[in-house]
């Protein structure tokens, strides 16, 4: 069995692996279910990528609306540790 502090760790590591991003925040912490398995979700925010900055400087009403950070939800398995999932997190409106 994993802890949260494991589980956000593990998080990281592979958003560094995986995305190949340094730069990137915790925003949330929760435990969960998720294809019948235990988990931690592990919500991480990073700065939009350069080709979403590039699209803006053409068309500045592209991210109109829309937030300076992307947001990632790693899916760790609460038992083994394991990354079950990665999600492309969408906040909603306000």
Same mark, same amino acid.
């Given at each position: 069995?994993?802890?949260?502090?494991?589980?956000?760790?593990?998080a990281?590591?592979k958003?560094?692996?995986?995305l190949?991003?340094a730069? %990137?925040?915790?925003?949330e912490?929760? /435990?969960?279910? %998720?294809?019948? /398995?235990d988990?931690?979700?592990i *919500?991480?925010?990073?700065?939009r *990528?350069?080709?979403?900055?590039?699209q *803006?400087?053409?068309?500045?009403f592209a991210?109109?609306?829309?937030?300076?950070?992307?947001y /990632? /939800?790693?899916?760790?398995?609460?038992? *083994?540790?394991?990354?079950?999932?990665?999600?492309?997190r969408e906040?909603a409106?306000?």
């Open positions: 069995m994993i802890d949260a502090k494991q589980a956000v760790q593990i990281k590591q958003a560094a692996e995986m190949n991003e730069a %990137y925040s915790l925003e912490l929760e /435990r969960d279910s %998720y294809k019948e /398995r988990v931690w979700s *919500t991480l925010s990073f700065p *990528t350069p080709i979403q900055k590039i *803006t400087q053409i068309n500045p991210l109109l609306g829309r937030e300076a950070l992307e /990632r /939800r790693f899916l760790i398995d609460a038992e *083994t540790g394991e990354l079950v999932a990665m999600k492309l906040v409106s306000q």
